[in-house]
């Protein structure tokens, strides 16, 4: 599979990048939806030792 960092002399760009047209502040994570807030779900949880 080629991909635009494979080519020489092009700059790569991760297809998860926005497009150049994009407006307004654009968060990474859209942290509003988040079912356990404060919470770090992908953390071992507390009562496992």
């Known amino acids: 599979m080629?991909?635009?960092q494979d080519k020489p002399?092009?700059?790569?760009r991760?297809?998860?990048a926005l497009p150049d047209d994009a407006?307004?502040?654009h968060p990474l994570i859209d942290l509003s939806r988040?079912?356990?807030?404060g919470k770090?779900?992908?953390?071992?949880p507390d009562d496992e030792e």
Not at 9 to 12: R, Y
Not at 40 to 44: E, G, I, T
């Open 40 to 44: 770090a779900d992908h953390a071992k």
């Open 9 to 12: 002399g092009k700059e790569g």
């Open 2 to 4: 080629s991909t635009d």
């Open 23 to 25: 407006v307004g502040p």
């Open 34 to 37: 988040d079912p356990n807030p």
């Open 14 to 16: 991760g297809s998860h």
